[in-house]
């Protein structure tokens, strides 16, 4: 079965500030992993996925995701944070060729201090 | 795409009674899903259907817990003689499923409160 963990229930940055959110996952079978965006009383919102293309992944808002397959890592970056970038992070993966469920970690809070 | 839609967006209810909610999933979709998140969690997978047949159920779905997606459009969610423990965010999710295409598109979820 696959699993996901994430480093840091809340982190915090200043505005401008590199973002980093950590993505671990567990999978015996290639997965495929995404990053989602959750505000308040809200959806998830795709922010990128993996899919066995390209390890640096590009995503909407500026994020970007790098998979390292040695390190079975997903992790979040944003060079410079924005204000509205405050939101719940969750990270998932789904395996198989006819992948269905996603299995999602506990979620980042990110907080940005102006 | 107009979107995942999802009704009722808030329900109180008291323990014991039923409750349903509904699920409209983006109209070219044949995977629908439905997952479980209470505070400070992750969404929890509960099933998913591929057109009309429910393909996969979580062990986290008791008995009092049933889904239905008749035409393969949309789906319900049912759950009787609801507990305190059902309070939660209940998100519906679709998605194609074309190989490499994984994504899923979520709703903006109903949140039951069992006082």
């Known amino acids: 079965a696959q699993s996901v963990t994430q480093l840091g229930s809340h982190v915090s940055v200043s505005e401008g500030a590199l973002v980093l959110l950590r993505c671990n996952y567990s999978?015996?079978?290639?997965?495929?992993l995404f990053w989602y965006v959750q505000y308040p009383n809200q959806g998830l919102q795709l922010l990128l996925k993996y899919t066995s293309a390209a390890t640096l992944v590009k995503g909407i808002n500026g994020f970007e995701a790098e998979f390292k397959k040695s390190e079975t890592s997903f992790h979040l970056t944003k060079p410079s944070a924005h204000m509205s970038d405050a939101a719940e992070y969750l990270c998932a993966v789904s395996v198989g060729t006819n992948a269905g469920k996603s299995t999602f970690g506990d979620g980042t809070t990110l907080t940005v201090k102006p | 795409d107009t979107g995942v839609s999802q009704n009722p967006r808030h329900k109180i209810t008291k323990r014991g009674q039923n409750v349903t909610f509904r699920c409209d999933p983006i109209?070219?979709?044949?995977?629908l899903y439905w997952y479980r998140q209470t505070l400070g969690q992750g969404p929890e997978f509960l099933t998913y259907?591929?057109?009309?047949?429910?393909?996969?159920k979580s062990r986290l779905l008791s008995d009092r817990f049933s889904a239905e997606r008749p035409k393969g459009s949309f789906s319900t969610l049912e759950i009787q003689r609801t507990e305190q423990g059902d309070s939660a965010m209940y998100l519906c999710?679709?998605?194609?499923?074309?190989?490499?295409?994984?994504?899923?598109?979520f709703g903006p979820g109903t949140r039951l409160t069992v006082t």
């Open positions: 259907f591929q057109n009309e047949a429910q393909l996969e």
């Open positions: 999710a679709s998605s194609r499923s074309r190989q490499g295409a994984y994504e899923q598109y």
């Open positions: 109209s070219e979709h044949n995977r």
């Open positions: 999978s015996s079978v290639p997965p495929y």
